[in-house]
């Protein structure tokens, strides 16, 4: 199995596990999107929690360059963390979600 592939696996069971523990009732879907093609891949809700709209992100990932691109997280886990423990190198994993000029302060990748 190469490199992206491997990535790919990682991502969706991280994906798969946390949106599983997504608790939400009501008329609220989980949505787990993965689009393996372009390596894309979000976890959201969507739906109607009385009168009000739900439609909200939890975590968005990309896979890019042979690197996992951590693009979005409102969670309080640390999928980056996780993906380092499943066996990604550090280097591998770009916080997306920090301004570029952070990055290299981090302890992962820069890109």
Do not use: C
């Amino acid at each position: 199995m190469d490199k992206v592939e491997k990535y790919r696996e990682y991502v969706q069971d991280l994906m798969t596990r946390y949106a599983e523990a997504d608790s939400t009732k009501e008329d609220v879907e989980v949505q787990l999107l993965m689009d393996t093609v372009r390596d894309h891949y979000q976890w959201m809700n969507v739906g109607w929690k009385g009168m009000k709209r739900v439609y909200s992100y939890f975590i968005h990932i990309d896979i890019k360059d042979e690197k996992i691109w951590l693009q979005q997280n409102w969670t309080e886990e640390n999928p980056a963390a996780e993906l380092v423990e499943m066996g990604v190198p550090r280097e591998d994993i770009v916080l997306g979600l920090q301004p570029p000029y952070k990055r290299p302060y981090t302890d992962y990748g820069v890109a």
